[in-house]
């Protein structure tokens, strides 16, 4: 129920309602049914739009393995799966399962979105760092080499104004993001809808 709010078609919304309900799984051990809800009932989305949320969190739920795998690889050295935040983490397995299982959606959006979620809810440093493993790790994706004439026409969406904060590039070995604390698990499904900051 949207309560009078208007039904947003944005794939960007979109990705911070899938990102919330992941972030409650993950941190509050939420049951992703209910984390989903409660992460849209804040930003209530046409269908087709719920569409592409719902298939981005189911995907990510049941790939996290192997996610985490193609991942691994590019992370800065010495640096493992389990030393990153669970915002930073998160984040990049969002953008690693679009960049590969969703092809009409061109991967300069997927990084440049996927860097504005790890700026707006993780550390400083968050969003350079994603940034980087996902530059490096673009190359080992399908999209690689990527023809515009593949992207789908997704209309009202507003992908396409999102522009890319800086060039794909790699980043330094020593560039690493923050620890941030992990929060009370036991806290209720309710308390994980996170506020980015304005």
């Known amino acids: 129920m949207s309560d009078g709010k208007s039904v947003s078609r944005s794939r960007r919304q979109a990705r911070q309602v899938a990102f919330q309900a992941l972030?409650?799984?993950s941190v509050g051990r939420a049951d992703i049914g209910r984390a989903f809800e409660?992460?849209?009932?804040?930003?209530?989305?046409?269908e087709d739009v719920s569409k592409f949320c719902h298939h981005l969190v189911d995907g990510v739920t049941k790939?996290?393995?192997?996610?985490?795998?193609q991942i691994a690889p590019f992370l800065a050295q010495g640096w493992t799966i389990e030393r990153l935040t669970f915002s930073d983490l998160i984040v990049l397995r969002m953008a690693t399962y679009e960049l590969f299982h969703f092809p009409g959606i061109p991967p300069k959006v997927t990084i440049s979105?996927?860097?504005?979620?790890?700026?707006?809810?993780?550390?400083?440093?968050?969003?350079?760092?994603?940034n980087g493993v996902l530059g490096n790790l673009l190359q080992a994706t399908p999209k690689?080499?990527?023809?515009?004439?593949?992207?789908?026409v997704f209309e009202?969406?507003?992908?396409?104004?999102?522009?890319?904060?800086?060039?794909?590039?790699e980043v330094e070995e020593d560039s690493e993001p923050e620890q941030e604390p992990e929060p009370e698990a036991e806290e209720k499904v309710n308390s994980w809808v996170l506020k980015s900051e304005e």
């Open 23 to 25: 972030y409650m799984v």
């Open 38 to 46: 409660v992460a849209s009932e804040r930003v209530p989305l046409s």
């Open 63 to 69: 790939s996290k393995r192997g996610l985490d795998e």
């Open 113 to 130: 979105q996927a860097v504005e979620l790890a700026k707006s809810f993780g550390t400083k440093e968050s969003g350079s760092f994603v």
């Open 144 to 152: 690689a080499n990527w023809d515009p004439s593949q992207e789908e």
């Open 156 to 169: 009202d969406d507003d992908d396409s104004l999102i522009e890319p904060d800086a060039e794909i590039e």
